[in-house]
């Protein structure tokens, strides 16, 4: 795999040892420690990810992830020490795409950022294409339509602004309505990845989407729990 990254962490140690096995990976990496260095070194250069702790000296991780995300489409894996389920939504909820709870393994931490490389270059593609194969057929359920081609959602005809993964998650859904997703198989479908046993990464998109596309998302219509199973979609 190969790719530019900007890791922005004020930890010495760890962007030393993340740099380094990232570039043993085959990424170029440009390492920024402080919060209002990143914003600059982000406009002076072009990267394909960043890495973005949360707690950084100057500029917060959440005002900085904002910065960026007004400026480019470009993957966030925040990097975060914070327990709290509610930090990491909060992330996600400013326009991050995964994180990578700390501490954590240089393994797991590679093959978060090979994914998501990938993932955005699929959907870049899949935006992107001007070939005009047959148009697939819009998906519906209750009073959701899910256009597989434009990548889009409406509710009541109104629009509903979904990530890359949170679409893919209510597609999977609509497509196989009377199949039980496992956490484990939602992972791996969806991050096409080996799932590691971190139930947050699921809880946090799953919450986010509930909040998009229901009335009441404590009580989902369109997306049930299956308690101790899985998900599984409602009747809408």
């Known amino acids: 795999m190969s790719g530019s990254l900007l890791l922005i962490e004020d930890d010495a140690s760890i962007s030393e040892m993340v740099e380094g096995y990232l570039a043993k990976e085959g990424y170029t990496v440009t390492t920024v420690n402080d919060g209002a260095k990143a914003l600059r070194a982000f406009d002076a250069g072009s990267y394909d990810l960043v890495l973005l702790d949360l707690m950084l ?30 930090d990491k939504a909060l992330g996600l909820r400013f326009g991050a795409d995964d994180y990578i709870a700390k501490p954590f393994s240089l393994l797991e931490l590679a093959a978060r950022v090979g994914a998501s490389i990938r993932r955005a270059t699929q959907y870049a593609g899949a935006e992107a294409s001007e070939a005009a194969p047959p ?10 339509s899910v256009d597989p081609d434009n990548f889009t959602v409406t509710k009541r005809g109104e629009d509903v602004k979904l990530t890359a993964k949170e679409f893919h998650i209510l597609k999977l859904f609509i497509q196989h309505p009377t199949r039980v997703y496992t956490k484990a198989l939602l992972y791996q479908l969806v991050w096409n990845e080996e799932y590691y046993g971190d139930e947050n990464v699921i809880n946090v998109h799953m919450r986010r989407l509930r909040e998009k596309i229901e009335d009441d998302p404590s009580n989902p219509r369109y997306i049930r729990t299956l308690w101790g199973i899985g998900y599984r979609l409602g009747e809408g």
């Open 57 to 86: 000296p100057n500029v917060g991780g959440l005002d900085l992830l904002q910065g960026i995300r007004e400026r480019s489409k470009v993957p966030i894996l925040i990097l975060s020490a914070k327990d709290g389920e509610v």
């Open 135 to 144: 148009r697939a057929k819009l998906l519906t359920v209750g009073e959701l």
